[in-house]
């Protein structure tokens, strides 16, 4: 928590206000009793009515000036907790979009959500009640001490004797209550995974009817969050009698004492019910504490989950003194490269070498499973290689800027994501500020530009998050559009014809290949009619090149391309 607390630096100006008003309401509280004492034992007792009268002037003055803090209080505190936790959020954003597929394999994307949102806004709630409480509590704590043994050191030792017994049932209900506070976070993580699978894949549990069994999933998840709701408030709601009993059974021990010692003339009427008053202010302090301690292990369970994720440090990131290559013509050179997901121990690719040359295009073709999406998300550094080295011009991939080797290459994910928008902000993603006619050039490329003609608002027809309005080949051909809309000079493509029919398949691969001829493009696909024409194909099987050439040469000297194009390719080749 305090690692977190140190992003309050900006903030300090306004906490200090806040910490001043604090101070002025804690001590309009602390005078209040002893006002009214002296109204008392000096107005009522000898009947002197100035007295009543000035005294009560002063004490409403001290009641509005203690209310107003409050009030500024209230303010500062919602302020900078808002602002520091909108300043958290925003951290926390930036930091996660460095992240590479590796974070986000080890965090999970359910679990980055909640920590994003659910997570900081718990740690905003508990940061307003701590400011407002942390130094109130305290002063009145020890001022209530200090001035009740001011009046009476006989009656005031009952409050010495209630505030250990209350601390020590603070620790203990809250000891037991921080492991339950710490499974609730993720088994909300849990709940917000199922709901996400469910919504994002709202169209296979339909396919399966699978909706009975996904219920029961989600209520299963559901009730165990219930239940460790339900167990933490279960531990934390018996405080609040506990304390209440503590405080009714000092009163009756002030009364008591109290009315022994005003019978003997040893204290006054108004110095009792001042004491009375202090213990009471004592006790909402506590009470005020015990609250901030019962939110404080959610809060900090929460702001170390924060922590945790600000801590990671991407596995990739930026040279530390990017280099720049002197010719930058897109050459793509692969050199005995080895990728191991994570921590598993047979890699999924290795001694992968190739080169991919500009004006060429150079196909990888291979079984599901044999290494391809692998091989190539390691260009644009997604991925990093565990050995070997990935060149582009000559240069290794890890010594770029990660913002100059991005941008030189066009990358189309198998999975085409669109985002919430029009179709032309889909396209113009990489420049905001792109022209009408370069996002039109993109979308001709990618024979996108008829279909968002008969659209209703053509270029401004807004996608829905996701792409969900558009059809699977439609979001493909966005995808492309996206891709050949930026200023790269290599353009990798990662089975992004799936969707599309051969007759479309070949118009936008003609229409990349006249439109990019200086490029180096890189297609990988499952179809032969998409690569056949390519100037070299890769063929990979178990995450090894096992055979390398044209088509023509492939037939003859590699089995698994022969035997996958004689599959493919046997109604008479209409592919092309
Ligand atoms: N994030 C990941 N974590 C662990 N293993 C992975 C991950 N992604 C892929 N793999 C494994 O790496 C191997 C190669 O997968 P890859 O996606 O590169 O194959 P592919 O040839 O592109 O397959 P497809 O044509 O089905 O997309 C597979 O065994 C796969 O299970």
New binding site residues.
Partial sequence: MLKLYKGLKPYVKQLIVMILLLFVQAFSMLLLPSMMSMIIDKGVVQGDMNYIVTAGIIMICITLAGSASAIGVGYFASKVAVGFCTDTRKRLFRHIDRFT?EEF?RVGTSSLTTRSTNDILQVQNFTIMLFRVIILAPIMCIGGITLAFQKNATLAMVLVVCMPVIVVFLVLVLRSAFPIFRSMQSKLDKVNLIIRENITGVRVVRAFTAEEREEKRFEKANEDMTQASTKSQVKVSTLMPLLMLIINLGTVAVVWFGGQQISQGVIQVGDMMALIQYLMLIMYALVMMSLIFALMPRASVCAERIVEVLEIKPVITDAAQPKIPEKQTGVVEFRDVTLT??N?ETP?VSGISFTAMPGQTTAII?A???????VICMIPRLRDPAQGTVLVDGVDVREYSLDALRKRIGYVP?KSNLFAGTIRSNIAFSNENMSDGQVKRAARIAQADDFISKKELGYDDPVAEGGTNVSGGQRQRLAIARAMATDANIFVFD?SFSALDFKTDAAVRQAIRENTQDATVIIVA?RVGTIMNADKILV?DQGKIVGEGTHEELLRTCDIYAQIAKTQLAGGGEEK
């Fill in positions: 597929l394999d997901y994570g598993s999924a291979g599901t499973g044999s290494g391809k999406s692998s198998q089975d499952q990979m």
